[in-house]
């Protein structure tokens, strides 16, 4: 008769949040009308994409090329950290240049997209913390 020992090591999972496929983005938008799009990623105060974006817009790109008819609202979001004036700017700025990259780098016919920002005004988590500010900051395609 045998013994099996299991030997299981803790370690704390890794950070950040999943870049979903074109065909998760497709599911999201077929289901609800809308999808959040995390790893867009800004350096603080800016909206200058930073090269870590590129694997979320490969697969908003393809959600794209994949529906020829399918036009979309990009709404860039903000955490609460700062003057809402500014936030509701910088949200603009930041869903301007998602759907600049689309049309520029992607080829993404512009009148199919419309970029919006709402700043802090829609959080999907409390800005109390790290990680709720992080959820916060996004950006949601929604049909048009």
């Known amino acids: 008769m045998g013994t099996t020992v299991h030997v299981v090591e803790a370690k704390a999972m890794e950070g ?3 870049t979903a496929s074109a065909a998760e983005l497709a599911a999201g938008l ?4 809308h999808i959040r799009v995390y790893n867009i990623y800004f350096d ?3 909206a200058d994409l930073k090269p870590e974006s590129k694997p979320a817009l490969d697969e908003v790109a393809a959600l794209l090329k994949n529906r ?3 036009r979309l609202m990009v709404v860039g979001h903000t955490d609460a950290t700062g003057a809402l004036d500014l936030n509701m700017r910088l949200s603009a700025e930041r869903a301007a240049t998602v759907v600049k ?10 009148g ?3 970029a919006h920002g709402v700043g802090p005004l829609a959080p999907v988590a409390s800005n109390r913390t790290e990680d709720g500010k ?9 049909e048009q």
């Open 112 to 114: 199919r997209l419309a």
């Open 134 to 142: 992080a959820k916060n900051r996004r950006v949601d395609l929604v």
């Open 30 to 33: 077929d289901r609800d009308g």
């Open 68 to 70: 020829a008819g399918l």
């Open 16 to 18: 950040g949040l999943v």
């Open 44 to 46: 603080t105060g800016k």
């Open 101 to 110: 990259a689309l049309a520029t780098t992607y080829g993404v016919a512009a």
